[in-house]
T-cell receptor
Framework: GQNIDQPTEMTATEGAIVQINCTYQ??????LFWYQQHAGEAPTFLSY????GLEEKGRFSSFLSRSKGYSYLLLKELQMKDSASYLC????????????FGTGTQLKVEL | GAVVSQHPSWVICKSGTSVKIECRSL??????MFWYRQFPKQSLMLMAT?????????EQGVEKDKFLINHASLTLSTLTVTSAHPEDSSFYIC?????????????FGSGTRLTVV
């Protein structure tokens, strides 16, 4: 089976930096996505990594190490509106390019 | 950008009845659409992959006779929950793949909250 693990919950302070980790063990790998999801809404795309290294996009950065089966999402200058669920998803090789989602991390930003 | 319209946004139905959920790609052709189910405070679980003009591919453990998927055109896929039971109550989300957007081409619908009473 596919295993994609994330911490269940995290709490951080407004203005701070938070790192959300994702570890995966999958049968094949063809890229990793990070999505943000507010309760009752559709996930929105944040970042994509397919090669090792860091991808920076404004306040959000994502890192990938394929040899370690590890990724993280870094959120800087946290705002209250960043309180949401963060999902990592692995695109598997073959299988119609489907995405397999991790367990999800609920982030709460406090004053 | 690409838009996927999903309807209804919420529905309440009686146990034993069937419910149809529609997913439309508004400004692109989606040869592949994905259907997910999400229980409260849990992640998205892929139910099936539907390809236009062919039978859907279901994930292990998903009953294909209970969750009927039809992808009759390049812009429309439907999920019908047949003989619904309270345990089918969940948040259902579709995703359409826009090949023109390359690796970024996964657009999600706004989801359907199904409550079976």
């Amino acid at each position: 089976g596919q295993n994609i693990d994330q911490p269940t919950e995290m709490t951080a302070t407004e203005g701070a930096i938070v790192q959300i980790n994702c570890t995966y063990q999958t049968s094949g790998f063809n890229g990793l996505f990070w999505y943000q999801q507010h309760a009752g809404e559709a996930p929105t795309f944040l970042s994509y990594n397919v090669l090792d290294g860091l991808e920076e996009k404004g306040r959000f950065s994502s890192f990938l190490s394929r040899s370690k089966g590890y990724s993280y999402l870094l959120l800087k200058e946290l705002q209250m509106k960043d309180s949401a669920s963060y999902l990592c998803a692995v695109k598997l090789t073959g299988g119609g390019n489907k995405l397999t989602f991790g367990t999800g991390t609920q982030l709460k930003v406090e004053l | 950008g690409a838009v996927v319209s999903q309807h209804p946004s919420w529905v309440i139905c009686k146990s034993g009845t069937s419910v149809k959920i529609e997913c439309r790609s508004l400004d692109f052709q989606a040869t592949t659409m994905f259907w997910y189910r999400q229980f409260p405070k849990q992640s998205l679980m892929l139910m099936a992959t539907s390809n236009e003009g062919s039978k859907a591919t279901y994930e292990q453990g998903v009953e294909k006779d209970k969750f009927l998927i039809n992808h009759a055109s390049l812009t429309l896929s439907t999920l019908t929950v047949t003989s619904a039971h309270p345990e089918d109550s969940s948040f259902y989300i579709c995703s359409a793949r826009d090949i023109g957007e390359g690796v970024y081409g996964y657009t999600f619908g706004s989801g359907t909250r199904l409550t079976v009473v």
